[in-house]
């Protein structure tokens, strides 16, 4: 095949990309197992009718089809553009077989047709945990998915990963912020102060009287609550002091003050209440969340999510729930930058290369990586039986740090081509470094 042109938005990546981008997948699937959440894989397609639910974003679905379907098909499949929807008929489909509350972790590809940035990709892997409950959804629940969050980048951080600020808001106080000074559309309400950093205050407050029909001095008020932000539970004050009642006000200031008060205690400065935070999906009806990897805001949120109380329901039982989505894709586009530093030591999993003397030894060569594979030391042999530099320049354009020569002077020995030391060794007892023995992630 000919080499073809790339795809926008649909990343490859190189071998020693890909040794980055797993370790950040195994760092998140060890993460959220130490939480107690249950490893799912949902299948990548969904009945179009369940993805467009609302028409707002059916743009962006990938539709599927098979190439040689006959006419219409009477279902027409999507490819899922998050983990939240397939997570939502799954529920529907085994809850008779969950015990609840049911706390679930998926990482995989989802696929979005948005235009490609920096960051952005048409097909990208997300890491998302949710709690479902049944019937009632304990509010300590909306403090510990982002704490789980927190924990997870901080695990992130050895790979150079940036330390995280994770803001957070309550739809339930904003809505009763909204309710509480007169203004009824509050879709358009939290569409406009969602919109805060993009065009800053003033264009939010034309954007309220157009959108919302705010006067002046409602403008005021939904500004001076969008530009209220503590890392501490002390905001409530702020927000009470602008003289703004309503019972569902109220709710969300005591469900926010409460994570803050959590928060506080066990991430210290990373959870932010940051009042001016809606979040654009419709179906969120509590806490929600925003990450911004500190001194890379320009890459947007990394992980969001929210608190949602109707997303599933089966017959007369609804199952709320609450979880946060890590953009995994969008960290790697952070680490690949050049300025980043973030580096594996190789592209492959080979540790060793067991040199060939001549074809018609190539066996002996073989029988050494089956006794270095029993013991789980990943090696390969040389692809031909050219001199040894040649064979030590294979290893080295690959990254593997030992040749093994099966006829050296004292019989079986290998060299690390990196010192150039040379000593005997043994199939059957020899041991890299554990430095050496898989592919590693640094920072310069």
Same mark, same amino acid.
Request: with cysteine; hydrophobic share 40%.
């Given at each position: 095949?000919?080499?073809?042109?790339?795809?926008?938005?649909?990343?490859?990546?190189?071998?020693?990309?890909?040794?980055?981008?797993?370790?950040?997948?195994?760092?998140?699937?060890?993460?959220?197992?130490?939480? =107690?959440?249950?490893?799912?894989?949902h299948?990548?397609?969904?009945?179009?009718?369940?993805?467009?639910?609302?028409?707002?974003?059916?743009?962006?679905?990938?539709?599927?089809?098979?190439?040689?379907?006959?006419?219409?098909?009477?279902?027409?499949?999507?490819?899922h553009?998050?983990?939240?929807?397939?997570?939502?008929r799954?529920i529907? +489909?085994?809850?008779?077989?969950?015990?609840?509350?049911?706390? &679930?972790?998926?990482?995989?590809?989802?696929?979005? $047709?948005?235009?490609?940035?920096? !960051?952005?990709?048409?097909?990208?892997?997300?890491a998302?945990?949710?709690?479902? &409950?049944? *019937?009632?959804?304990? !509010?300590?629940?909306e403090?510990?998915?982002?704490l789980?969050?927190?924990?997870?980048?901080?695990?992130?951080?050895?790979?150079?990963?940036? $330390?995280?600020?994770i803001?957070?808001?309550?739809?339930?106080?904003?809505? !009763?912020? *909204?309710?509480?000074?007169?203004?009824?559309?509050?879709?358009?309400?939290?569409?406009?102060? +969602?919109? %805060?950093?993009?065009? $800053?205050?003033a264009?939010?407050g034309?954007l309220?009287?157009?959108?919302?029909?705010?006067?002046?001095?409602?403008?005021?008020l939904?500004?001076?609550?969008?530009?209220?932000?503590?890392?501490?539970?002390?905001?409530?004050?702020?927000?009470?002091?602008?003289?703004?009642?309503?019972?569902?006000?109220?709710?969300?200031?005591?469900?926010?003050?409460?994570?803050?008060?959590?928060?506080?205690?066990?991430?210290?400065?990373?959870?932010?209440?940051?009042?001016?935070?809606?979040?654009?999906?419709?179906? %969120?009806?509590?806490? @929600? %969340?925003?990450?911004?990897?500190? =001194?890379?805001?320009?890459?947007?949120?990394? *992980?969001?999510g929210?608190?949602?109380?109707?997303?599933?329901? @089966?017959?007369?039982?609804? %199952?709320?729930?609450?979880?946060?989505?890590?953009?995994?894709?969008?960290?790697?586009?952070?680490?690949?930058?050049?300025?980043?530093?973030?580096?594996?030591?190789?592209?492959?999993?080979?540790?060793?290369? @067991?040199?060939?003397?001549?074809?018609?030894?190539?066996?002996?060569?073989?029988?050494?990586?089956?006794?270095?594979?029993?013991?789980?030391?990943?090696?390969?042999?040389?692809?031909?039986?050219?001199?040894?530099?040649?064979?030590?320049?294979?290893?080295?354009?690959?990254?593997?740090?030992?040749?093994?020569?099966?006829?050296?002077?004292?019989?079986?020995?290998?060299? +690390?081509?990196?010192?150039?030391?040379?000593?005997?060794?043994?199939? *059957?007892?020899?041991?890299?470094?554990?430095? +050496?023995?898989?592919?590693?992630?640094?920072?310069?």
């Amino acid at each position: 095949m000919a080499k073809s042109a790339r795809l926008s938005g649909f990343p490859e990546r190189l071998p020693a990309e890909r040794v980055i981008e797993k370790s950040i997948i195994d760092i998140l699937d060890h993460t959220f197992a130490l939480h =107690g959440y249950s490893a799912l894989n949902h299948r990548a397609v969904e009945p179009i009718s369940q993805l467009a639910k609302d028409g707002e974003i059916d743009k962006e679905i990938f539709a599927v089809s098979r190439l040689h379907s006959e006419g219409t098909e009477r279902n027409p499949l999507g490819l899922h553009f998050d983990l939240t929807v397939p997570l939502a008929r799954f529920i529907a +489909d085994n809850a008779n077989e969950l015990s609840f509350p049911f706390k &679930a972790a998926r990482i995989q590809p989802v696929w979005r $047709g948005e235009r490609p940035q920096q !960051g952005r990709y048409r097909e990208f892997i997300q890491a998302d945990i949710d709690v479902i &409950a049944e *019937a009632e959804l304990p !509010g300590h629940f909306e403090v510990e998915i982002p704490l789980a969050v927190a924990d997870a980048f901080s695990r992130l951080a050895p790979l150079g990963v940036p $330390g995280v600020k994770i803001v957070v808001n309550d739809r339930r106080l904003l809505e !009763g912020f *909204a309710r509480g000074i007169g203004l009824t559309n509050i879709q358009a309400v939290l569409r406009c102060l +969602d919109k %805060y950093d993009k065009i $800053g205050p003033a264009e939010v407050g034309r954007l309220l009287a157009t959108e919302a029909e705010a006067d002046e001095e409602q403008q005021r008020l939904c500004l001076a609550l969008a530009a209220i932000e503590s890392d501490s539970p002390d905001f409530a004050d702020e927000v009470r002091a602008l003289g703004v009642e309503h019972p569902l006000l109220e709710e969300g200031l005591d469900s926010l003050t409460t994570m803050l008060r959590a928060a506080h205690e066990r991430a210290p400065g990373v959870v932010v209440a940051q009042l001016k935070i809606a979040r654009g999906l419709d179906y %969120y009806t509590g806490a @929600v %969340y925003e990450t911004q990897l500190i =001194g890379h805001e320009e890459l947007g949120s990394v *992980a969001s999510g929210g608190r949602y109380d109707s997303l599933v329901t @089966v017959g007369k039982k609804s %199952y709320p729930g609450v979880g946060m989505s890590i953009g995994v894709s969008r960290l790697m586009a952070f680490i690949l930058d050049a300025n980043s530093g973030i580096k594996a030591t190789r592209g492959t999993p080979s540790v060793v290369v @067991v040199a060939v003397t001549d074809e018609d030894k190539r066996g002996e060569a073989d029988a050494v990586a089956t006794a270095l594979r029993a013991r789980d030391i990943a090696c390969e042999v040389s692809p031909s039986a050219a001199k040894f530099g040649k064979q030590i320049r294979y290893a080295e354009r690959r990254g593997i740090p030992f040749v093994w020569f099966t006829d050296g002077e004292s019989g079986h020995e290998i060299k +690390d081509i990196r010192s150039g030391e040379q000593v005997t060794a043994d199939p *059957a007892t020899w041991e890299p470094v554990e430095a +050496d023995r898989k592919p590693r992630v640094y920072r310069d």
